[in-house]
T-cell receptor, first 115, second 111 residues
Framework: DSGVTQTPKHLITATGQRVTLRCSPRSGDLSVYWYQQSLDQGLQFLIQYYNGEERAKGNILERFSAQQFPDLHSELNLSSLELGDSALYFC??????????????FGDGTRLSIL | DAKTTQPPSMDCAEGRAANLPCNHSTISGNEYVYWYRQIHSQGPQYIIHGLKNNETNEMASLIITEDRKSSTLILPHATLRDTAVYYCIVLTSGNTGKLIFGQGTTLQVKP
């Protein structure tokens, strides 16, 4: 158990819809990272938040947004969903801002299926 | 961030040591070598990391060559549950810590 909690585990929805994925980091961790894993793209970094502030952005679509709340949990919002958004979405957390000597710990992911 | 090269797949007999190589010939002095694994579609699991010295923990050992251009992850007594995709990642200090995953090595542990 990594200590990172993601909900829901599975999500099935239709094209054009909007969903929210939730992540609770490990106790004491201030940074939250979101990653997407699709069959054709592998694991890709989307966005990082540190203590409520956006810190780094990766290949995140404009239809996607995220935020980190005062209690440090984070939500990833995906809107105008397309078939290609079907993927596993992972959240990871680490204690600091992302110092290279601090490993990230991953949750079990949310499997999103777009019908 | 330095790029890494790993063999796409490897086999290992159960109970034997699994040695997974990684080439990172363009690594810089402040870049760490990290190893993660992903079992089926579970979340990536942190294994070990190091800068210059060899490292060992309860899961594995990491051997980094003196010139730091390559490393080897050693699972001392592989079990069937170690079957997974293993990712070698080089991480630069101060880059926010985002992980850039390659294709990794699929390790198949066989009975």
């Amino acid at each position: 158990d990594s200590g990172v909690t993601q909900t829901p585990k599975h999500l099935i929805t239709a094209t054009g819809q909007r969903v929210t994925l939730r992540c609770s980091p490990r106790s004491g961790d201030l940074s939250v990272y979101w990653y997407q894993q699709s069959l054709d793209q592998g694991l890709q970094f989307l966005i990082q938040y540190y203590n409520g502030e956006e810190r780094a952005k990766g290949n995140i679509l404009e239809r996607f947004s995220a935020q980190q709340f005062p209690d440090l949990h984070s939500e990833l919002n995906l809107s105008s969903l397309e078939l290609g958004d079907s993927a596993l979405y992972f959240c990871a957390s680490t204690e600091g801002t992302g110092d290279s000597n601090q490993p990230q710990h991953f949750g079990d992911g949310t499997r999103l299926s777009i019908l | 961030d330095a790029k890494t090269t790993q063999p796409p797949s490897m086999d290992c007999a159960e109970g034997r040591a699994a040695n997974l190589p990684c080439n990172h010939s363009t690594i810089s002095g402040n870049e760490y070598v990290y190893w993660y694994r992903q079992i089926h579609s579970q979340g990536p699991q942190y294994i070990i990391h190091g800068l210059k010295n060899n490292e060992t923990n309860e899961m594995a050992s990491l051997i980094i060559t003196e010139d730091r251009k390559s490393s080897t992850l050693i699972l001392p007594h592989a079990t069937l549950r170690d079957t997974a995709v293993y990712y070698c990642i080089v991480l630069t200090s101060g880059n926010t810590g985002k992980l850039i995953f390659g294709q990794g090595t699929t390790l198949q542990v066989k009975p």
